[in-house]
């Protein structure tokens, strides 16, 4: 695979139903139109479980791909020395909006679940992810550049 940056998840999209790329992968959400009118057809969820509005798509590991595991998350950041205090009270504002019937509703509507991660818990996942992908980084030759 060759990899085809773009600026948006639009442009690819675009791309991908006009035949100038393969494959993309993305938020289920963006794609499901381009699904259901037949367009495009969904191969797998990349993370772990079946995503709700496409039940017949089977995950990766479903599909063969048993270590592929690339799920979409969301996050809230701050600016580095933002205190505890402050995160806290963030994350406590999240957690009840993220409990909300409605807003349940509509992040099911989207394909997403709402976890509600706590600061340590996101700290502990993105740690996780930084050992997975350094060394995917390192063998393909990338160098960061500012």
């Known amino acids: 695979m060759v990899h085809v940056p773009y600026r948006g998840e639009g442009e690819a999209i675009r791309d991908l139903v006009a035949g100038e790329t393969q494959m993309e992968t993305g938020v289920a959400s963006a794609f499901l139109p381009f699904i259901r009118s ?9 993370g772990p479980k079946r995503v709700p509005l496409l039940p017949e798509v089977p995950t990766a590991a479903e599909a063969g791909l048993a270590d592929f595991d690339l799920p979409n998350w969301y996050a809230l950041y701050a600016p580095r020395g933002v205190s505890d205090e402050i995160t806290q009270r963030i994350y406590q504002a999240v957690v009840k909006v993220l409990a909300l019937p409605e807003v349940h509703e509509r992040l099911t509507e989207l394909g997403l679940d709402s976890i509600g991660s706590s600061p340590g818990e996101m700290a502990a996942y993105l740690e996780r992810q930084f050992r997975f992908w350094a060394p995917v980084v390192e063998a393909s030759g990338v160098r960061l550049t500012r």
């Open 38 to 46: 037949g367009q495009l057809r969904a191969l797998c969820v990349n």
